[in-house]
T-cell receptor, first 112, second 112 residues
Framework: KNQVEQSPQSLIILEGKNCTLQ??????????LRWYKQDTGRGPVSLTI?????NTKSNGRYTATLDADTKQSSLHITASQLSDSASYIC???????????FGTGTRLTIIP | ETGVTQSPTHLIKTRGQQVTLRCSSQ?????VSWYQQALGQGPQFIFQ???????GRGNFPPRFSGLQFPNYSSELNVNALELDDSALYLC???????????FGPGTRLTVT
């Protein structure tokens, strides 16, 4: 069964600090891995997409890494801002037809 | 903004009733997927439509049905509503072969 697990479930950090979110997956065959940011009650917004051959991708203060051998990914947020408070969801696609397996997300809270 | 719109934004229904949710895809996108997201959980895949035909279905009963129209807008219909159907319903559109799904803001359905 295809699964995506994320850790931690929730995280609270001070504004300006860095943090790293983790994602492990057992999706096969692997097509791509995405990180989404979801504000409460809103739709997810894509941060990064990585294919098998990519092991890092950045989008401003967000940097995602992918180890396809160990089936692990991380999302690193640098110099956090209050607006970073959201759920971060790891999503893995098993094929090119875009059927996605979602993790349950990490709830990140940035405090002043 | 992703260019994907959903209506209504919020909806309250009574158990046993029927509901129709609507989604307008981003221009040029002929594939739409629907997801159910319970509070604190990741989105769960309901089904996908490609050029007006169902193109895959998740583990949801037949009372969840859909339509896609020639202009690629879409509907999700749920019959005989149950309390557990209370969730955020998301639609996402993409063009085949492009590794990107664009999510709408969602419809919050509450069943009482």
């Amino acid at each position: 069964k295809n699964q995506v697990e994320q850790s931690p479930q929730s995280l609270i950090i001070l504004e300006g600090k860095n943090c790293t979110l983790q994602c492990n997956y057992t999706v096969s065959p692997f097509s791509n891995l995405r990180w989404y940011k979801q504000d409460t009650g809103r739709g997810p917004v894509s941060l990064t997409i990585m294919t098998f051959s990519e092991n890092t991708k950045s989008n401003g203060r967000y940097t995602a890494t992918l180890d396809a051998d160990t089936k692990q990914s991380s999302l690193h947020i640098t110099a956090s801002q209050l607006s970073d408070s959201a759920s971060y969801i790891c999503v893995v696609s098993a094929s090119a037809n875009e059927k996605l397996t979602f993790g349950t997300g990490t709830r990140l809270t940035i405090i002043p | 903004e992703t260019g994907v719109t959903q209506s209504p934004t919020h909806l309250i229904k009574t158990r046993g009733q029927q509901v129709t949710l609507r989604c307008s895809s981003q221009s040029g996108h002929n594939t739409v997927s629907w997801y159910q997201q319970a509070l604190g959980q990741g989105p769960q895949f309901i089904f996908q439509y490609y050029r007006e035909e169902e193109n895959g279905r998740g583990n949801f009963p037949p009372r969840f049905s859909g339509l896609q129209f020639p202009n690629y807008s879409s509907e999700l219909n749920v019959n005989a509503l149950e309390l557990d159907d209370s969730a955020l319903y998301l639609c996402a559109s993409n063009s085949p072969g492009i590794n990107e799904q664009y999510f709408g803001p969602g419809t919050r359905l509450t069943v009482t």
